[in-house]
């Protein structure tokens, strides 16, 4: 049986002319700064939104930690929306890495108002109070269903960082998918954010490797904490190849991906196990179970009919769509919704 794999956009296996170019690759030892394909694949990533230098990493969590370790000091306050990646599942890697303490805002579907931002900044000048030094936004929001950010709620907040004295950082382990879903311009975002994080191993389908992007200086600072961290690496240029061409084929693609989500949306919305379908705005798609349908069972149930998801949080369940589900899947996956 061919499984479709709907658990995560992290699935993907690299196609042939992907490894062809990671084969093709000049390579070099990049903790030295000698790899010239890792050196382009950073230049070509900060050059596309605009920003001065970015850093290759094997992970988001990673970026994102290296991120939060570089704008922080221990003891000060990191502000993030409840299902923020950085506070839910990076191993309580703020505590443990940055010594830092979490504001935690109760947004929509993951998004942050500025209104919100404002109240969980402290009083700078009260000694009780921890230092709210940087606000992390997440676009797309992962837990909140693929949801994306207007930019001009982004820039609002970013005013309102500036007036503070707070960093702004995006995990942008999905920004492409806003991106291309939001017509947007990836320049905008690197005007309006200190830092970020991107994913090329998620809807972009390389093998292994993430994006930091920021000024020339924190990007020197970035390198030094990714060597403590343990992610320096050496002739990065196999994996940095992948995400090169992912950059110049697989980002367009992604628009297939939001079709085929929204099928699956349809699909659910008239299945009588279902209660509610969170919108669905690019390539993930949550639901929620009535409750008195299991959904352990429900997910065996699937799987034995060749589907693979996962469950998230209390009777819900989640498919992420990317470049290994093909239409003729997608099809087959909303005949099966709309008998199970
Ligand atoms: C996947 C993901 C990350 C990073 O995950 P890694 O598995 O460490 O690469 C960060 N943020 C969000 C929102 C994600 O979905």
């Not at 020339?216 to 196999?238: D, L, N, T, V, Y």
Request: proline share 3%; charged share 25%; with cysteine.
């Amino acid at each position: 049986m061919e499984w479709i794999d709907l658990r995560s956009d992290t699935v993907t296996k690299p196609t042939k002319p992907m490894l062809e170019a990671m084969w093709q690759a000049p390579v070099g030892d990049d903790v030295f700064g000698e790899d010239p394909t890792v050196n382009k694949l950073e230049e070509t990533a900060a050059n596309m939104f605009g920003m001065e230098a970015g850093i290759f990493c094997p992970s988001g969590t990673m970026t994102n930690q290296i991120a939060i370790k570089m704008h922080t000091q221990p003891g000060d306050e990191v502000i993030c929306d409840e299902l923020s990646h950085v506070y839910q599942y990076e191993g309580g890697g703020i505590a443990f890495n940055s010594g830092a303490s979490v504001r935690l805002l109760q947004g929509n579907r993951g998004r942050v108002t500025v209104a919100q931002v404002a109240e969980g900044i402290n009083n700078r000048d009260d000694i009780h109070k921890a230092v709210s030094s940087l606000v992390v936004l997440e676009n797309t929001s992962n837990r909140g269903g693929g949801s994306c950010y207007e930019l001009a709620e982004i820039e609002a907040i970013k005013n309102l960082c500036k007036t503070n004295g707070l960093i702004l950082h995006l995990d942008g382990a999905r920004l492409f998918n806003a991106l291309v879903e939001k017509q947007q311009q990836a320049a905008d975002f690197g005007r309006l954010f200190d830092s970020i994080s991107i994913c090329l191993s998620k809807g972009l389908g390389t093998p292994v490797g993430s994006l930091l992007l920021g000024t020339k200086e924190k990007i020197k600072k970035a390198r030094r904490i990714r060597k403590a961290f343990g992610g320096g690496m050496r002739q990065a240029g196999i994996i940095a190849a992948a995400g090169l061409y992912a950059l110049e084929h697989h980002v367009n693609r992604l628009a297939t991906d939001h079709i085929h989500a929204k099928l699956i949306e349809a699909a659910l919305l008239s299945n009588p196990k279902v209660e509610t379908v969170l919108p669905v705005e690019t390539n993930i798609v949550i639901f929620k179970i009535k409750d008195d349908v299991n959904p352990e069972q429900l997910v065996l149930q699937l799987k034995e009919k060749g589907i693979l998801c996962f469950t998230m949080g209390k009777q819900q369940i989640r498919f992420v769509l990317h470049l290994d589900v093909s239409e003729a899947m997608v099809q087959r996956t909303v005949e099966l919704l709309q008998k199970i």
